[in-house]
């Protein structure tokens, strides 16, 4: 019968980020965005059990999660390494995915996120965004970003997760970190986040923003003099601002959009590809500062995504980054190929990228010339 912990052993000598468990395949490890088969035989029905008791560790609440919803979001340790795992099934059978959550954060200036998003943390409210779709790295630039706040600052944070991944300990702030679930401290984020308003904190952070009453109740949040920073699983800067809205129905997203360009102070919303070389992961962030500019275009009675892209490149002096830019820039860097760009954006595009590409060439940015 196979071991899970020797599973994740190998998982973390190879340096691989997610390890994948079906019934009926060697367990996969994803290892620099590409899925890797284990040196480890094909897993058996007898495994899977096994390695559900394993990570459930006889919690009744957890089991009686996963038979009700055929699901369930958990952590477990190994070593002094926790992974997150989330549990699911097919042909009624358990099937497991795991996430390792590294030990050491990363530096901030080492991610490749603009500093335009850690100094937004020292305003005293508001709503700071971090967008991304799965595997892009939300988690752990929200993880750096309250770090640093830690580090240099004096605020209550409380932080709304689901599982809770980086433990944070307290240096010069206060840090609370909750679970969400039914096993854990929160029943929601949305019941969490109401509470929030009378925990007296400074900066509340919440793992993900899933819908309109977590929305709303962030907004309240931040209206009422805190600082909020969450995540969606979104893909652009204009498409977060557009899911936002779309929460609420005609008749109030007039006021949400007053709301959201008085309130929301900038978008980043980030994209993990390949390098060149692959040897590496390059983070492509498009960032989005809300400006007088941006605002007034998040205000107009018909929201347009295109007005925001176009606002987001006329607003560059104030920290603000478009997609197509930061490809041109990483391209002629050597960071990345002309086609992985290409695949980021739509084909209608391409003539842009190109032309982005020479006027950074003209403007004396050339290919290897610095670091990003």
Excluded: W
Excluded at 16 to 35: E, F, M, N, Q
Excluded at 213 to 236: F, N, P, Q, R, Y
Excluded at 354 to 364: F, N, R, V
Aim: a negative charge; aromatic letters at 4%; proline letters at 2%.
């Amino acid at each position: 019968m196979l071991n899970l912990e020797d599973i994740i052993e190998e998982a973390i000598q190879k340096g691989a980020s997610d390890i994948h468990i079906i019934c009926g395949l060697k367990p996969v490890l994803r290892i620099t965005k590409s899925l890797v088969p284990s040196k480890y035989p094909v897993v058996t029905e007898e495994d899977i059990y096994g390695f559900y008791d394993f990570i459930v560790n006889g919690s009744v609440e957890n089991d009686e999660l996963f038979k009700k919803d055929k699901r369930l979001d958990t952590a477990i340790a190994y070593k002094d390494v926790r992974l997150r795992v989330n549990i699911s099934q097919m042909d009624n059978i358990p099937l497991f995915t795991l996430r390792i959550i590294k030990n050491e954060l990363p530096r901030f200036e080492d991610l490749g996120v603009p500093d335009v998003i850690r100094r937004m943390t020292y305003q005293p409210q508001g709503v700071i965004l971090v967008t991304g779709k799965t595997n892009s790295g939300k988690t752990t630039t929200l993880n750096c970003l309250i770090n640093d706040i830690n580090e240099n600052q004096n605020r209550k944070i409380l932080t709304l997760e689901a599982p809770v991944e980086y433990k944070h300990k307290t240096k010069k702030s206060i840090i609370v970190q909750k679970e969400v679930g039914i096993a854990g401290d929160s029943l929601s984020f949305h019941d969490g986040v109401r509470n929030a308003l009378r925990e007296d904190c400074d900066i509340l952070v919440i793992g993900e923003i899933r819908d309109k009453e977590t929305m709303a109740a962030a907004i309240d949040m931040a209206e009422s003099g805190h600082l909020v920073i969450g995540t969606l699983h979104t893909k652009s800067c204009a498409e977060t601002l557009d899911r936002i809205i779309n929460f609420y129905e005609l008749s109030d997203q007039a006021q949400i959009k007053y709301l959201m360009s008085a309130l929301l102070k900038i978008i980043v919303s980030q994209r993990l590809i390949k390098s060149a070389d692959g040897s590496e992961l390059v983070m492509v962030p498009e960032v989005m500062v809300v400006d007088n500019v941006v605002a007034g275009c998040i205000r107009k009675e018909k929201f347009s995504v295109s007005e925001v892209e176009d606002a987001i490149q006329s607003t560059k002096d104030k920290g603000s980054q478009g997609l197509i830019n930061v490809l041109a820039e990483l391209y002629l860097k050597d960071k990345i190929t002309l086609e992985q760009a290409q695949a980021q954006i739509e084909e209608k595009n391409y003539e842009t990228l190109d032309k982005t590409i020479m006027q950074l060439k003209s403007g004396g940015v050339g290919r290897a010339s610095q670091q990003l």
